[in-house]
């Protein structure tokens, strides 16, 4: 008597289908040695086991997920009923839209990875796969006296995007084995010459293309009884080829993921260094591979970066013409080893790790003081003060005092918090056609994210500063040098102060312009050369799992996880670099409580450049640790709670996780 194929017997699973995004998961396939007492082999994870006995080591990790959509069974009624969990990630997320970028997907997404499952048939030989973990605990609470658990076989993907197949399930009701195809021809013509053949939907997917990651699954062929064999272990693929002749090898069916989990690459690629701790400065460190040519200016640079500026004439022309109006005197004031500068001080106070925007929402500035105002000056009187105080809704109010005229109706104070400075260089490098990649400005898709690019006066598209103001890493040091110290350079030839602020044309300036151009380019050749700090956990399990929780939650659909660097002539070992910034470099429209009512060139109010992750864990640690960019939150997880807007339903779900879900999501982030 032939045993009853298990998904018939538990047809209840194919009801789940009106509960969840994803299609598939009941998978079988049946092969392996026709005697039951001589079957010793290796599960397709490698695990060496006797596949009648006992459930090999492994990886044990459960994905849960829904059936076929297309299938079912008569036994339903008789198998009781089972309720799926009330939240599907991947439904409330939706149909995943990834691009030719694919790095995402192959190394950092393990939500969208779904585990196969192997059983032993004890009677008859052969054996079963399933991708669903309720049908994988029904087969074992109701068929143990046919079917042997074997533990996790191999991983697949779990929903359809551009970087996937389908792979098709059929039942042969003739023998009760399996069949399992990704070939379309192959579909095509079983549905048309092969009556004995129900066809029962997708069982999952796979890559359509080969890649680093993946490994084969090799088919095999019982022309005697009638059944597939499939193995992703190659040496039970060579055991199976020279000792079983009853089985006709036919080559690899498709190719699924070596591992149920992601595998982690260097944070910042050939830039990751020592993560260290706050303790032991890790920013500001060099990337370790650089050859003595990418050297070059280094040292230059640094030295321009932690010197103390003065006013012209000084000591030393190099470091003269500071101001008349500043803020800091040096670049490391603002941006400095081990975190972040002084910013919100105790008694309400400015530290100088944070400096104030001034506009209006239309995208004017004070015609008076500017678009930044100056609290330092080298003559004279600066432009004013900020005081600060929380309130008891946990934001911050901000005070301005002017020393001169006061400031126009309309006018918005805007803080700015001094950011960490880490893998600038790599951002620096990435092509702009990966920006673009995940702009959706009109929210096309219906996630209700709609980054967007943000293109400046020039054309060029912004990725640097809160509001990505700045094209390129060096027009974001020439802003810095302008606006916080008063600096001019090649890009920036104007001093600092408006019109009615007289102070720039009667004091001494240092040169024409003050910073030179190789000091320019030294500078930036520093920033790009830095390191970015690596990975710091101690639980590789649970940070995965936060990883997971990170894509569930929806985090990862603005702080993405991977881009990858282009070609640099003058950085090659920094060029095509997988990196982990966790960043889109888009504009997002974060809500009202974080509009400010300042907007700068076509970034809105309330819109926000996703700010990287990398190196946060680090800067949390530190004694000035602040969050957002007005510093109200001071920690990773007040931060989270005041998302809003397109982030309000990221939001949400994270609110909504229990305690021991949100540690681990945070463990993840604070190992960034």
Same mark, same amino acid.
């Given at each position: 008597?032939?045993?009853?194929?298990?998904?018939?017997?538990?047809?209840?699973?194919?009801?789940?289908?009106?509960?969840?995004?994803?299609?598939?998961?009941?998978?079988?396939?049946c092969g392996g040695s026709s005697d039951p007492d001589n079957h010793s082999s290796k599960n397709a994870s490698?695990?060496?086991?006797?596949?009648? %006995?006992?459930?090999?080591?492994?990886?044990?990790?459960?994905?849960d997920s829904t059936a076929l959509a297309v299938g079912g069974g008569d036994l339903g009624a008789r198998s009781?009923?089972?309720?799926?969990?009330?939240?599907?990630?991947?439904?409330?997320?939706?149909?995943?839209?990834?691009?030719?970028?694919?790095?995402?997907?192959?190394?950092?997404?393990?939500?969208?990875?779904?585990?196969?499952?192997?059983?032993?048939?004890?009677?008859?030989?052969?054996?079963?796969?399933?991708?669903?973990?309720?049908?994988?605990?029904?087969?074992?609470?109701? @068929?143990?006296?046919?079917?042997? =658990?074997?533990?996790? #076989?191999?991983?697949?993907?779990?929903?359809?995007?551009?970087?996937?197949?389908?792979? +098709?399930? /059929?039942?042969?009701?003739?023998?009760?084995? %399996?069949?399992?195809?990704?070939?379309?021809?192959?579909?095509?013509?079983?549905?048309?010459?092969?009556?004995?053949?129900?066809?029962?939907?997708?069982?999952?997917?796979?890559?359509?293309?080969? %890649?680093?990651?993946?490994?084969?699954? =090799?088919?095999?062929?019982?022309?005697?009884?009638? +059944? %597939?064999?499939?193995?992703?272990?190659?040496?039970?693929?060579?055991?199976?080829?020279?000792?079983?002749?009853?089985?006709?090898?036919?080559?690899?069916?498709?190719?699924?993921?070596?591992?149920?989990?992601?595998?982690?690459?260097?944070?910042?690629?050939?830039?990751?260094?020592?993560?260290?701790?706050?303790?032991?400065?890790?920013?500001?460190?060099?990337?370790?591979?650089?050859?003595?040519?990418?050297?070059?200016?280094?040292?230059?640079?640094?030295?321009?970066?932690?010197?103390?500026?003065?006013?012209?004439?000084?000591?030393?022309?190099?470091?003269?013409?500071?101001?008349?109006? /500043?803020?800091?005197?040096?670049?490391?004031?603002?941006?400095?080893?081990?975190?972040? #500068?002084?910013?919100?001080?105790?008694?309400?106070?400015?530290?100088?790790?944070?400096?104030?925007?001034?506009?209006?929402?239309?995208?004017?500035?004070?015609?008076?003081?500017?678009?930044?105002?100056?609290?330092?000056?080298?003559?004279?009187?600066?432009?004013?003060?900020?005081?600060?105080?929380?309130?008891?809704?946990?934001?911050?109010?901000?005070?301005?005092?002017?020393?001169?005229?006061?400031?126009?109706?309309?006018?918005?104070?805007?803080?700015?918090?001094?950011?960490?400075?880490?893998?600038?260089?790599?951002?620096?490098?990435?092509?702009?056609?990966?920006?673009?990649? /995940?702009?959706?400005?009109?929210?096309?898709?219906?996630?209700?994210?709609?980054?967007?690019?943000?293109?400046?006066?020039?054309?060029?598209?912004?990725?640097?500063?809160?509001?990505?103001?700045?094209?390129?890493?060096?027009?974001?040091?020439?802003?810095?040098?302008?606006?916080?110290?008063?600096?001019?350079?090649?890009?920036?030839?104007?001093?600092?102060?408006?019109?009615?602020?007289?102070?720039?044309?009667?004091?001494?300036?240092?040169?024409?312009?003050?910073?030179?151009?190789?000091?320019?380019?030294?500078?930036?050749?520093?920033?790009?050369?830095?390191?970015?700090?690596?990975?710091?956990?101690?639980?590789?399990?649970?940070?995965?799992?936060?990883?997971?929780?990170?894509?569930?939650?929806?985090?990862?659909?603005?702080?993405?996880?991977?881009?990858?660097?282009?070609?640099?002539?003058?950085?090659?070992?920094?060029?095509?670099?997988?990196? +982990?910034?966790?960043?889109?470099?888009? @504009?997002?429209?974060?809500?009202?409580?974080?509009?400010?009512?300042?907007?700068?060139?076509?970034?809105?109010?309330?819109?926000?450049?996703?700010?990287?992750?990398?190196?946060?864990?680090?800067?949390?640690?530190?004694?000035?640790?602040?969050?957002?960019?007005?510093?109200?939150?001071?920690?990773?997880?007040?931060?989270?709670?005041?998302?809003?807007?397109?982030?309000?339903?990221t939001r949400n779900r994270y609110e909504a996780l229990d305690e021991a879900s949100r540690e681990t999501l945070? +463990?993840?982030?604070?190992?960034?």
């Open positions: 008597m032939t045993p009853a194929n298990p998904c018939h017997r538990c047809g209840w699973l194919w009801r789940f289908t009106a509960l969840a995004a994803l299609a598939a998961l009941a998978v079988g396939g490698g695990v060496s086991t006797s596949l009648a %006995h006992g459930v090999p080591e492994g990886d044990t990790a459960a994905v009781g009923a089972v309720h799926p969990v009330a939240f599907d990630a991947k439904a409330a997320l939706g149909t995943k839209a990834y691009s030719t970028q694919s790095d995402q997907f192959y190394y950092a997404d393990s939500a969208d990875r779904v585990v196969v499952y192997r059983f032993y048939l004890k009677r008859r030989g052969g054996h079963f796969y399933t991708a669903s973990a309720a049908e994988r605990d029904a087969v074992i609470a109701s @068929l143990s006296d046919e079917y042997q =658990y074997e533990g996790p #076989a191999f991983t697949a993907s779990g929903s359809a995007h551009a970087l996937v197949q389908p792979v +098709y399930r /059929f039942y042969n009701t003739q023998t009760g084995y %399996h069949l399992y195809t990704a070939s379309e021809d192959e579909r095509t013509s079983i549905l048309a010459n092969h009556t004995q053949f129900a066809f029962e939907g997708v069982a999952y997917y796979v890559a359509n293309a080969d %890649h680093a990651t993946l490994k084969p699954l =090799y088919r095999f062929y019982n022309s005697a009884l009638g +059944y %597939h064999f499939y193995t992703a272990s190659e040496e039970e693929r060579i055991v199976l080829h020279s000792t079983r002749p009853e089985l006709q090898y036919e080559g690899v069916a498709y190719r699924v993921f070596g591992s149920a989990t992601v595998p982690w690459q260097g944070v910042g690629g050939s830039a990751t260094a020592d993560s260290g701790t706050v303790s032991t400065e890790p920013f500001l460190q060099f990337s370790p591979g650089l050859d003595a040519a990418e050297r070059v200016g280094l040292s230059q640079g640094r030295e321009l970066f932690v010197a103390q500026w003065t006013p012209a004439p000084g000591a030393r022309a190099t470091l003269d013409g500071l101001g008349p109006l /500043f803020n800091a005197d040096a670049c490391s004031a603002c941006h400095v080893e081990n975190g972040l #500068a002084p910013n919100l001080l105790v008694g309400g106070g400015i530290g100088r790790g944070m400096l104030f925007r001034l506009g209006d929402r239309n995208g004017n500035v004070s015609p008076v003081y500017g678009g930044q105002l100056q609290d330092r000056a080298t003559a004279g009187l600066p432009e004013g003060s900020v005081t600060w105080q929380a309130l008891d809704s946990g934001a911050i109010e901000f005070a301005l005092t002017v020393l001169g005229t006061p400031l126009e109706n309309g006018m918005g104070v805007s803080p700015r918090l001094a950011p960490h400075l880490v893998g600038m260089g790599l951002l620096d490098m990435v092509p702009e056609s990966q920006i673009l990649e /995940f702009a959706d400005a009109e929210d096309s898709d219906g996630n209700g994210i709609s980054g967007r690019a943000h293109r400046l006066p020039d054309g060029s598209l912004g990725r640097f500063g809160w509001k990505a103001i700045h094209a390129d890493l060096r027009h974001q040091i020439a802003g810095a040098l302008h606006q916080d110290m008063g600096l001019t350079t090649s890009i920036n030839a104007a001093e600092n102060c408006t019109a009615q602020e007289p102070v720039c044309s009667t004091e001494a300036n240092g040169g024409t312009p003050e910073v030179a151009d190789e000091s320019l380019e030294n500078l930036t050749r520093f920033s790009t050369a830095l390191s970015v700090p690596a990975r710091r956990h101690d639980d590789l399990a649970r940070f995965q799992r936060g990883a997971k929780l990170f894509t569930d939650m929806g985090c990862a659909q603005c702080h993405r996880p991977v881009l990858r660097t282009g070609t640099s002539t003058a950085f090659p070992s920094l060029s095509n670099q997988l990196i +982990y910034p966790y960043t889109d470099l888009l @504009l997002h429209d974060m809500g009202s409580q974080l509009d400010e009512g300042v907007r700068e060139f076509n970034a809105e109010p309330s819109e926000w450049r996703t700010p990287p992750l990398w190196g946060i864990g680090l800067v949390a640690q530190g004694a000035n640790a602040r969050f957002l960019h007005d510093g109200r939150a001071t920690t990773i997880d007040q931060a989270i709670r005041w998302h809003g807007g397109e982030a309000q339903t945070l +463990y993840f982030v604070n190992g960034l």
